[in-house]
């Protein structure tokens, strides 16, 4: 709301003011893919379901006050893509994972759009290399609904390099 304070890592931020913000984002996951090529094998598609884990280290500061919190949660990952062959070992892909943790006061949902290029390094493993762009939110509420915080929501991207290990 306008006009009210942003509470954060133990502190009000209150209005008129200048924050900056400083983050790190890690995620991982362990996922199941499934591929299927349509015809000579040049088009694709993937669905791919699992595990995974977000942590979101975030400092915000002011001129006169500063404050940190190390939020993380597991959960569930899924996800959908579409795939280009246009080499036997290099391909042109897309793909929307998202992640939902279930939890109200860790990283309670996060959802990534990649476009990579792709070059496979053998039957087991790839180099990926391309652009994501990620959102993330955080809740923010005790076990009741109330809010103990200021809810989180962030959105980033970039260029990314990958690696994917596949067993």
Same mark, same amino acid.
């Given at each position: 709301? @306008?006009?009210? !304070?942003?509470? /954060?890592?133990? *502190?009000?931020?209150?209005?008129?003011?200048?924050?900056?913000?400083?983050?790190?984002?890690?995620?991982?996951?362990?996922?199941? *893919?499934? *591929?299927?090529?349509?015809?000579?094998?040049?088009?694709?598609?993937?669905?791919? %379901?699992? +595990?995974?884990? #977000?942590?979101?280290? +975030?400092?915000?500061?002011? #001129?006169? &006050?500063?404050?940190?919190?190390?939020?993380?949660?597991?959960?569930?990952?899924?996800?959908?893509?579409?795939? $280009?062959? /246009?080499?036997? =070992? =290099?391909?042109? &892909?897309?793909?929307?994972?998202?992640?939902?943790?279930?939890?109200?006061?860790?990283?309670?949902?996060? @959802?990534? $759009?990649? +476009?990579?290029?792709?070059? #496979?390094?053998? *039957?087991?493993? %790839?180099?990926?290399?391309?652009?994501? #762009? $990620?959102?993330?939110?955080?809740?923010?509420?005790?076990?009741?609904?109330?809010?103990?915080?200021? !809810?989180? &929501? @962030?959105?980033?991207?970039?260029?990314? +390099?990958?690696?994917?290990?596949?067993?």
């Amino acid at each position: 709301d @306008a006009g009210a !304070p942003i509470v /954060f890592g133990g *502190r009000a931020f209150v209005a008129p003011n200048e924050l900056r913000h400083e983050f790190d984002f890690r995620f991982a996951e362990l996922a199941y *893919r499934y *591929r299927h090529f349509f015809g000579a094998g040049t088009f694709g598609i993937e669905g791919l %379901a699992g +595990l995974g884990y #977000a942590r979101y280290d +975030l400092t915000i500061s002011s #001129a006169i &006050q500063r404050a940190n919190e190390n939020i993380g949660s597991g959960g569930l990952v899924g996800g959908f893509g579409v795939i $280009w062959k /246009f080499r036997p =070992t =290099t391909s042109l &892909q897309s793909r929307l994972t998202v992640f939902g943790s279930g939890e109200t006061e860790g990283v309670t949902a996060a @959802a990534r $759009w990649d +476009l990579f290029v792709a070059q #496979a390094l053998g *039957r087991h493993a %790839a180099l990926r290399a391309g652009v994501s #762009a $990620w959102s993330l939110a955080s809740e923010r509420e005790d076990d009741y609904g109330a809010s103990i915080n200021s !809810p989180i &929501q @962030a959105r980033f991207a970039g260029f990314s +390099l990958g690696l994917d290990v596949a067993f």
